[in-house]
């Protein structure tokens, strides 16, 4: 969406908005942060720009619904993801150098629109969770029969030898032997 902010620039002091977007992720892209991620419906933006004498503050609100699994047992987990975010509006031309990196906390306009999707989008990716839990406590899966451990345990011994040290098993069962003699 791109909201028009030409009467703020004319002097109007507030322009308040609020629409949905939607947030198509591929679930093949292994690559993607939101990997493993559904949206079942659009992100709720909303939010204000007011301007105070030419200084633009936008301030807003988006939140949305997510499907994906636990990182443990790999159960559906869902829930709302709700994000606040303030920025200070400004056109390309007023900054120095719109294209250096310090200038990322602005929202920039560009003939009299400002943009929002693809920015919001952006915004979304970095401050998502990358892995959710069912429970805080989440026991997960057995890693040598993949049972859920947390309806129970699954009998598996609990016991590893680590394979670099398993040549040295019969010399100490050997040992053991001569000292029980």
Same mark, same amino acid.
């Given at each position: 969406?791109?909201?028009?902010?030409?009467?703020?620039? @004319?002097?109007?002091?507030?322009?308040?908005?609020?629409?949905?977007?939607?947030?198509?992720? !591929?679930?093949? /892209?292994?690559?993607?942060?939101?990997?493993?991620?559904?949206?079942?419906?659009?992100?709720?933006?909303?939010?204000?720009?007011?301007? #105070? %004498?030419? =200084?633009? $503050?936008? #301030?807003?609100?988006?939140?949305?619904? =997510?499907?994906?699994?636990? %990182? $443990?047992?790999?159960? &559906?987990?869902?829930?709302?993801? #709700?994000?606040?975010?303030? *920025?200070?509006? %400004?056109?390309?031309?007023?900054?120095?150098?719109?294209? /250096?990196? *310090?200038? !990322?906390? =602005?929202?920039?306009?560009?003939?009299?629109?400002?943009?929002?999707?693809?920015?919001? $989008?952006?915004?979304?990716?970095?401050?998502? &969770?990358?892995?959710?839990?069912?429970?805080? /406590?989440?026991?997960?899966?057995?890693?040598?029969?993949?049972?859920?451990?947390? #309806?129970?345990?699954?009998?598996?011994?609990? *016991?590893?030898?680590?394979?670099? +040290? @398993?040549?040295?098993?019969?010399? +100490? %069962?050997?040992?053991?032997?001569?000292?029980?003699?």
């Amino acid at each position: 969406m791109k909201l028009d902010l030409r009467p703020l620039l @004319a002097g109007e002091r507030l322009l308040v908005f609020d629409y949905e977007l939607p947030l198509e992720v !591929d679930p093949e /892209d292994t690559s993607s942060f939101l990997y493993g991620v559904s949206f079942p419906s659009p992100m709720k933006v909303s939010g204000e720009i007011t301007n #105070t %004498a030419g =200084y633009m $503050r936008m #301030t807003l609100t988006m939140s949305v619904n =997510y499907q994906t699994e636990c %990182a $443990r047992c790999l159960k &559906p987990v869902g829930g709302c993801f #709700t994000l606040d975010l303030e *920025k200070t509006v %400004a056109s390309r031309d007023m900054l120095s150098d719109p294209f /250096d990196n *310090k200038y !990322d906390d =602005y929202a920039i306009i560009e003939d009299g629109f400002l943009d929002m999707d693809e920015p919001l $989008r952006e915004q979304i990716e970095m401050e998502f &969770p990358v892995r959710f839990l069912c429970k805080e /406590d989440c026991l997960g899966l057995c890693p040598k029969c993949g049972h859920d451990l947390n #309806t129970g345990d699954c009998g598996c011994s609990k *016991k590893e030898i680590d394979p670099r +040290l @398993a040549s040295l098993g019969p010399l +100490l %069962a050997k040992l053991k032997e001569e000292e029980n003699k």
